[in-house]
């Protein structure tokens, strides 16, 4: 989840002007993983200078602090360089406490991946580090424990102790220098003369081709205490703090919410909740009166229900076979993993098949903490390799400000997803990663079942049974016209959606229905189980559905999602969940009136998610809560 590097000479060598530039031209492409923070570290035998940023790496080597070390290593050389491109999930940002590398005594640690029980292990742990709130403190207290413990037992004990996604680059004041990963997300390869480099993926090396994967769960040491303590000198600078606000939505808790907005978000959802179960319904499933271009027959069976077909299965073989034949190996593949049920319960259906997979996520931004700890969570368990691709996340955050301010003011229904384009690149990601690995297959676990449809009707679909089964909501090239021209309309009614429509909205347009898309849908040849996938899930992987910011665990990774179903309840009556449970009474997977149960706790808001949604992108969620209630007040009959 963030970016590695480091380039290093044997004992008694120095590093020359061109391992320097090979380390920066490293770092740069490390910021394709993360940017909120960059650190970089000169090691040598009688000095370690360390300097951070709370802004990209490209950036803090424009400071005084990164052109001292770099400046030192191209005139005077060094015994290593290392350094760390961060993709903020534990610790603000906006502290240099928090960002790498972290110091802890004579430890100092760049840390790629979430460690899970970070908890447990800190307050098991002799030594104190708790003004450093990231989770990639806990490391180094464990190897600053060994360490003052007189080394006692091999230092695989240390990290055999963490659980999640971990690689590593550590280094001790005494003279230490070792690497290790759990996952794979380590590559070496020589450079000649007894120099080497490590990145966290193949093409941040100079010759991506020559570079081996360091072995799992070994620690490989490139030295070891060589000479008395030395000074670790760290400076640190910060250039701003623009969009870093937004990173504190990760941490909000119910205690620190105002009462006031709690009572009023309740008394909204409460009444949209009672106006929905007023609606008339379909007789065979759930769907409202409401749900865009819905009709119902002489028996009070929706259009959808009508022309619904039960889709044939090929079966878990023939999705194995397909695979295998499309994998350059006959065992390597790329799964796309979000940190929800369904990407999780396939990277593990991957691995009990024999797949060998790499993850990937593309993370704009939105993806929750607990949707990133499952991600760990399976990746460290299974040995995965994961793959992140990040945006600027806090440039996103502050388009996103923009448009949800100039959304909130005058809301329409229609146009809310121009506040989730963000994360449609995803798919344009996903082909790149698959060429960098080799043309690895894509496989992605959507499935028919997930089909909201009221979305793309609201933009001018139309309904028809898909040829695999199932129904397909169809936009055709006017409806696509017709969707630009109500996304600009809206756009010059409320002109702060102009930003997000010229950079997400067109690029997400493109990327999502103009581009292709080439993936290997395994819901598609096995039928979607949300009841094995839950059970699977939870009990073998401690898997979260994060009930404390989501009322179900379908969206959880998504930290959008109690804000826009919010709306379409207020809005529509309903929301995505009374389209998933409509489809699984088509499927045949629950009755009708298990859904209308269901739907019951589904469409309940989680006040802490929908929060922590505003304070992500910086938007104070008591203005925004006046404005979700003075629409509720014009689209709910009654309220006051």
């Known amino acids: 989840m963030c970016g590695l590097f480091a380039v290093l000479t044997t004992p008694r060598s120095r590093l020359n002007e061109d391992d320097v530039d090979a380390l920066i031209a490293a770092g740069r492409l490390a910021q394709r993983r993360g940017s909120d923070a960059s650190g970089l570290v000169l090691i040598d035998a009688d000095r370690i200078d360390v300097a951070k940023a709370n802004q990209a790496f490209a950036t803090l080597l424009q400071t005084h602090e990164g052109q001292d070390i770099v400046g030192a290593a191209r005139k005077l050389g060094a015994e290593a360089l290392f350094g760390h491109s961060r993709l903020e999930t534990h610790g603000y940002s906006g502290s240099l406490d928090n960002n790498q590398p972290i110091v802890v005594g004579s430890w ?21 580090a708790s003004g450093i709130e990231t989770d990639t403190a806990v490391i180094s207290m464990l190897l600053e424990e060994w360490d003052q413990g007189g080394r006692e037992g091999p230092v695989d004990a240390v990290f055999e102790r963490l659980r999640g996604e971990y690689s590593v680059i550590a280094a001790s004041s005494t003279g230490d220098l070792l690497c290790r990963t759990n996952v794979g997300n380590l590559y070496r390869e020589e450079l000649g003369d007894g120099t080497t480099i490590l990145a966290s993926e193949p093409r941040q090396l100079p010759n991506p081709e020559q570079s081996r994967q360091l072995p799992l769960e070994t620690t490989v040491w490139f030295r070891q205490q ?28 119910h205690g620190s919410l105002d009462d006031d907005f709690v009572r009023q ?23 409202p009166e409401t749900f865009p271009g819905l009709d119902f027959d002489a028996n009070g069976v929706c259009l959808v229900c009508r022309d619904f077909t039960i889709p044939q299965y090929a079966g878990l073989d023939a999705l194995e076979a397909d695979l295998r034949d499309m994998s350059p190996d006959g065992r390597s593949v790329l799964a796309c993993l979000s940190g929800g049920r369904d990407s999780c319960y396939i990277l593990h259906l991957l691995c009990e098949m024999g797949f060998k997979p790499t993850a990937y996520t593309y993370d704009w931004g939105m993806v929750t903490t607990a949707a990133r700890e499952n991600m760990s969570r399976m990746c460290g368990d299974l040995h995965v390799e994961h793959v992140v691709v990040s945006p600027d996340i806090r440039r996103n955050r502050r388009r996103i400000n923009k448009a949800l301010h100039a959304w909130l003011k005058h809301p329409r229904i229609g146009t809310i997803p ?33 089909t909201t449809g009221f979305k793309s009707m609201l933009a001018g679909a139309k309904p028809a049974p898909s040829p695999e089964g199932g129904v397909s909501y169809r936009l055709s090239t006017t409806s696509l016209c017709k969707m630009v021209f109500s996304y600009a309309s809206h756009a010059t009614r409320s002109p702060g959606l102009f930003p997000s429509l010229a950079k997400e909205g067109t690029r997400g347009f493109i990327d999502y229905y103009l581009g292709k898309h080439e993936f290997v849908r395994p819901f598609s040849y096995i039928p979607w189980d949300e009841a094995e996938l839950e059970t699977t899930l ?36 309903m929301t995505e969940h009374d389209a998933l449970r409509s489809n699984q009474v088509r499927f045949g997977l629950a009755t009708r009136e298990e859904s209308i149960e269901r739907l019951a706790q589904d469409n309940r808001l989680n ?15 008591h203005w925004a809560g006046r404005h979700i209630a003075d629409y509720a007040r014009r689209t709910i009959p009654g309220l006051s």
């Open 265 to 287: 978000m309740d008394r909204v959802s409460e009444a949209a909740l009672e106006h929905a179960a007023s609606l008339r319904r379909c007789t065979r499933c759930v769907l």
């Open 538 to 573: 939870r009990g073998t992987y401690d898997w979260s559905a994060d009930e404390k910011r989501s009322s179900t665990s379908w969206r959880m990774g998504d930290g959008t999602a109690p804000f826009y179903n919010l709306m379409y309840l207020l809005g529509l009556g």
């Open 607 to 621: 006040v802490l998610g929908l929060a922590s949604y505003f304070a992500t992108v910086g938007i104070d969620y």
């Open 108 to 128: 100092l640690v760049v840390h790629n991946g979430v460690i899970t029980n970070e908890a447990e292990l800190r307050s098991a742990c002799k030594i104190d």
């Open 418 to 450: 121009i506040l989730m384009a963000g994360d449609k690149p995803y798919f344009r990601w996903a082909g790149v990663i698959s060429k960098e690995r080799g043309n690895l297959p894509a496989v992605m676990a959507d499935h028919p079942l997930e």
């Open 226 to 253: 060589g000479h008395d303590r030395v000074e670790i000198s760290q400076v640190g600078t910060k250039l701003g703090t623009e969009g870093m606000e937004g990173a504190m939505g990760l941490h909000l808790n």
